[in-house]
């Protein structure tokens, strides 16, 4: 029998068992959501030993194996996944302050970085902290790049960023991470539209400069939203690039104070919003609050704007906002169009068995529904859709954010998913333009479904701490997953929140010197 050691526990694997599933039977603290590769959160670094991949799956990072899909063969050591592995050492060059509480910093690194203007990297302190930042430079302005940094009261790093830190003082770096840039091969005379807010105009700023640089000839509109007049921290630099260059048109829009001359009141997006329908074959650049990135994404669907010409990048708030699931779902309106395609009910459920069964199929997205009987997938999809379709509101199901709370979904897997949910609207004869309207009442609720780590239930308003295991002593007799042997009442056990395991003493490794 193989033993995996994690930190300080020693557990005795099962024939057949997965890393994972022997950890979590002595309680270890391993962060797991899909259990068959697709998310990755259940990486740990591989120290010692052999493993097996018993089934496919994801890749993990350098040194790291996915424990839900990989089985020890022999004695394994096991830690926790540190995916800051190897980060790059950089240095500060200079800072420039741009405006109040906005710096340039030019940072250094200790090596090549081969990056594309607009990826971000996430600068590592010495103690851990770490925030993501965008790149604002192109790789030929010199051997660094910049970044845009907002002074925020009370932030984790960028007071230290914009204030503490000294010229020739290092730091970490980890990336460049993201497709946000411009793609390797794109027609000159496509139009582009570059929408930001406060800082997210750097990247912008990099992608425009690049785009130049390849000499697009197509129509450019940059759109830069601020609350007040001295936030336009980049307008003298891009009415210079719009004076050069007659295809760009640089518009700069003020929500608060009163706009200097040249400058236009009002919301960058709903300016923007007005030129979508005419992107045709072009590009949309979303960058800055979350909020405006997913308004942006909502009406570029709505607009027909395909998913894949829509590249975003929203700020990462240091810590997650509630969910404005319930809000959103009050603020919809009915639509009755597409009710009525769909035989007022027979023609949505077969439109989600089709789905369903494709998602079953899916190698991506089936290992979130495991032990979920499809029927009962396609039943609460269908209440809820019907629900928002008629208005009735009388859906008595988890919103979007608890029913996923525990899920780990990246944007790319969330677009997949939409993906082969337009291909099966479009198949059972949705119009094009309600599937589109379909489309963006999904897109509404990807903020509540897409995150890097499982988060709690939010109930009354409070979000609850991660359930994951619990030991505890049984009422009542019960009979252990593990050998299935009997659990006494008074026994203790182990139970497993999330997959709803209960294995006895014996096999959870309780009242050893191990647990």
Known sequence: MATIRFESLQCPALPGETLLDTLLRHGAPVAHSCRRGSCGCCQVRLLEGQVQQAEAGGRAAEG????????PAGDVSLARADLSQQPV?????????????????????HRELDFRPGQHVYLVREDGVSRPYSIASLPEDGYGFRIHVREMAGGALSPWLCRGLAPGQRLKLRGPFGNFHLPAVL??????????????????????REALARGHRGPIGFFHGVREPEDLYLDTALRLLASAHPQLDYQACVSGGSPSPGDQAGRALDRASALFPALGEGLLFLCGHPRMVEQARVEALRAGIPRGQVLADPFTLAAGELPRDAAKLAALAPEPEIWVVLGQGPGLTRLLEDFYARVYADPKLAPFFQGVPVERAVQKQYEFLADVFTGRRSYFGLNPFNAHHWMVISDGLFDHREALFEQVLLEHGVPAPLARRWLAIHELFRAELVKAAPRGLVTGGMEQPVRTQVVECLDIDAVCDGCQAEIPAGAPSRYQHRIGTLHCAACAGLGTAAA
């Open 64 to 71: 790291h194996v996915l424990a839900c899909v990989c089985r």
């Open 89 to 109: 050492d950089v240095e500060l060059v200079s800072r420039m302050a741009l405006a109040p509480g906005i710096f340039e910093l030019e940072l250094a690194p």
């Open 187 to 208: 027609p000159v005379d496509v139009p582009l539209l570059l929408v930001g807010t406060g800082t997210g105009a750097g990247a912008l700023l990099g992608v425009l």
